[in-house]
């Protein structure tokens, strides 16, 4: 995954250097799950055990006008969880 993480780190931080809020953080665990999250949309992706991460699927949803849309419950959830993970990793 070292590689995958070098490409994502290059990535982000373009990204950042165009004035776009990023954050990454990094945990020690083995990886299951990646998540982009956004105010219009959220793009999830478990990687299944033994499988290439190029195999695995991704989900997308979208924000909804609707209070009791998924999204929003997720996105709540995501950003409590997010609040008490380490400092961002620095993009620059």
């Given at each position: 995954y070292?590689?995958?993480?070098?490409?994502?780190?290059?990535r982000l931080s373009?990204?950042?250097k165009q004035g776009?809020?990023?954050e990454m953080k990094y945990y020690?665990?083995?990886?299951?799950?990646k998540m982009i999250i956004?105010?219009?949309r959220s793009w999830?992706?478990?990687y299944e055990s033994g499988s290439n991460v190029s195999d695995c699927p991704v989900f997308v949803f979208f924000n909804s006008q609707s209070p009791y849309n998924f999204y929003s419950i997720f996105y709540t959830e995501f950003m409590r969880i997010w609040a008490r993970c380490g400092d961002p990793v620095s993009l620059a």
């Open positions: 070292r590689g995958y993480i070098t490409k994502s780190r290059k373009a990204l950042k776009r809020h990023i020690d665990g083995r990886p299951n799950w956004t105010n219009e999830i992706q478990y």
